[in-house]
């Protein structure tokens, strides 16, 4: 019959072919054990579709589960030779006589299920080589499955740390002050999303483990409804991070179209891939008719950057902190950043910069004729009502109240 297996299942399959064939027996199958019920997540047989890829059973009525319990040995010649086996369903209902059955274990010492392979009738020639060769086997196919595994269970991980807070309304989103580099006058805010501490991971990194899950653009959203909440409470611009896949969706659009969009900043990452910048333009353009500026962010990080800016002309051009910490002791740096700022100034762009830490690298910066800078030189990342209308741009003592 003919199946559309994964590359993994396939792989599996071409084992468990070995094993019917070297043990002149007519059914193999990987199984997973997961305490309550035995998944035969694929199978060869020759025979009508008695069983098949997907086929599950209660896990303590099992062979497997009585080999794995010691109560029957791993090589059965003939079922019958112990009466208990007669009254399970696998042998009751499906016939099986001859048995050889081996767990796979994977590295950390965990028993993922079994390898197993079997007759519909007695088999005197079955021995303890074939147990062996079926070991073999059983490690091979825990080396091919063991990367799904992996990321099955990173992803149960994950939903189990981002469930709880995508149900609750998503992360907090605090604002970072974007100041004027000449004035020290703040002229907008990032609105940046903050994740439980004890997660020990930077924002960036939660979003990628919720494109896993397949949350990205719904934690993306609600990042984007916590922004918006904040415009009634602050002056200036909010710039807000989206990814261009969660921009495609109308739900993203409607919601950027109820904004005050003359005060929305829309940052695309130098990171996020685009695959059509065609349709991206065409998405872009009725919110950008309407007053939204585009900035690119994290130019500098990598080479995407470039072909983003010449493509979608973007209004701002962010600088990466790559580019901006020590820039005020580095030549290579200097070079890059004015570089910038001429291609910022041939299509009309603003220049921010973030990652500021100094008040060495601010005035390097406005010196390279960068318009605007944030960083915790200003501040960190706070609430609304703390945000100021002006920074100063010196180290003196009240300058660093982003270090408290």
Not at 161 to 172: E, K, S
Not at 189 to 209: G, I, K, M, Y
Not at 294 to 314: E, K, N
Request: net charge negative; hydrophobic share 45%; glycine share 8%.
């Amino acid at each position: 019959m003919s199946r559309q297996r994964s590359e993994t299942a396939q792989q599996i399959a071409d084992l468990l072919r070995s094993a019917r064939s070297s043990l002149g027996l007519s059914l193999a199958f990987l199984s997973r054990m997961d305490g309550v019920t035995q998944h035969l997540e694929v199978v060869e047989f020759d025979g009508p579709d008695l069983v098949s890829d997907g086929f599950t059973q209660r896990q303590e009525t099992s062979l497997c589960q009585a080999i794995m319990d010691g109560e029957l040995p791993p090589v059965i010649r003939n079922v019958e030779d112990f009466p208990g086996t007669m009254t399970l369903p696998a042998v009751q209902v499906s016939g099986i006589r001859s048995f050889v059955s081996v767990p796979v274990t994977l590295s950390d010492g965990s028993v993922y299920g079994s390898f197993c392979a079997a007759g519909f009738a007695p088999d005197d020639d079955l021995a303890e080589r074939d147990r062996a060769l079926m070991e073999v086997l059983a490690a091979a196919a825990a080396m091919i499955i063991e990367p799904d595994v992996r990321k099955r269970r990173r992803s149960a991980g994950i939903a189990e740390r981002l469930g709880p807070l995508i149900d609750g309304g998503g992360p907090v989103v605090l604002l970072q002050p974007v100041v004027d580099l000449t004035t020290g006058e703040r002229t907008g805010a990032e609105a940046l999303s903050r994740f439980p501490q004890q997660w020990n991971q930077p924002p960036d990194l939660v979003f990628a483990d919720a494109e896993l899950i397949g949350c990205r653009e719904r934690l993306e959203m609600q990042a984007l409804q916590r922004a918006a909440a904040h415009l009634p409470y602050v002056s200036g611009y909010v710039a807000m991070n989206v990814s261009p896949a969660t921009l495609a969706t109308t739900a993203c659009r409607e919601l950027l179209g109820a904004m005050p969009l003359d005060r929305v900043l829309l940052e695309l990452s130098e990171h996020d891939p685009i695959d059509d910048y065609d349709a991206l333009r065409a998405m872009l353009a009725p919110l950008r008719a309407r007053g939204m500026r585009l900035a690119i962010d994290d130019v500098g990080a990598g080479f995407s950057s470039l072909r983003h800016i010449v493509v979608t002309a973007p209004d701002v051009i962010k600088l990466d902190r790559s580019l901006v910490a020590g820039v005020a002791d580095d030549t290579v740096l200097t070079a890059l950043t004015r570089a910038m700022v001429d291609l910022a100034g041939a299509i009309g762009a603003q220049v921010v910069a973030e990652g500021i830490e100094t008040a060495a690298d601010a005035a390097a910066l406005a010196g390279l004729g960068v318009d605007h800078g944030q960083g915790w030189h200003f501040d960190r990342a706070t609430t609304p009502d703390a945000l100021r209308d002006t920074y100063s741009l010196l180290p003196a003592a009240g300058a660093l109240v982003a270090h408290r």
